[in-house]
């Protein structure tokens, strides 16, 4: 036992002359930019409780089956400048979620940009 506390000791005495010659270190922590201008066109996808899908685009609404949705969206977002448009998908909280992801895998496919999701907060 006396070893062992022998042992202790010097190591907390090395501990303790070390200590003070460490530099703390700096953490560099990101900083936070602007965000980006809000879309000029807002393309929404509505997926209903049976599943149906609207296109809705500058108030305008319309029924869509789903191979159309690609095609729809490129050409509204070919309308305005690169970057300019934004897609969002906005379901129902009982469509199964395969549906939803169906839908976003059909937009990526074609090189839609800006992809996103609608969310509702409820309190």
Not at 1 to 5: E, K, T
Not at 61 to 77: D, G, N, R
Not at 108 to 121: I, K, T
């Given at each position: ?5 022998d042992v202790m000791l010097v190591l907390l005495i090395i501990f303790m002359v070390t ?71 906005s379901a129902d909280r009982s469509v199964k ?27």
């Open positions: 036992m006396v070893p062992f506390i200590a003070p010659l460490i530099a703390p270190s700096l953490i560099e922590l990101p900083s936070v930019g602007k965000g980006g201008q809000p879309p000029q066109q807002l393309i929404e996808i509505v997926i209903g409780k049976d599943e149906s899908l609207q296109f809705r685009q500058g108030g305008n609404s319309a029924p869509i089956a789903l191979e159309q949705i690609a095609a729809s969206a490129t050409k509204a977002q070919a309308s305005v400048p690169a970057g300019q448009s934004a897609v969002v998908i979620y395969e549906t939803v992801v169906k839908v976003m895998d059909k937009l990526q496919r074609a090189g839609v940009q800006r992809v996103g999701l609608s969310v509702q907060m409820v309190n």
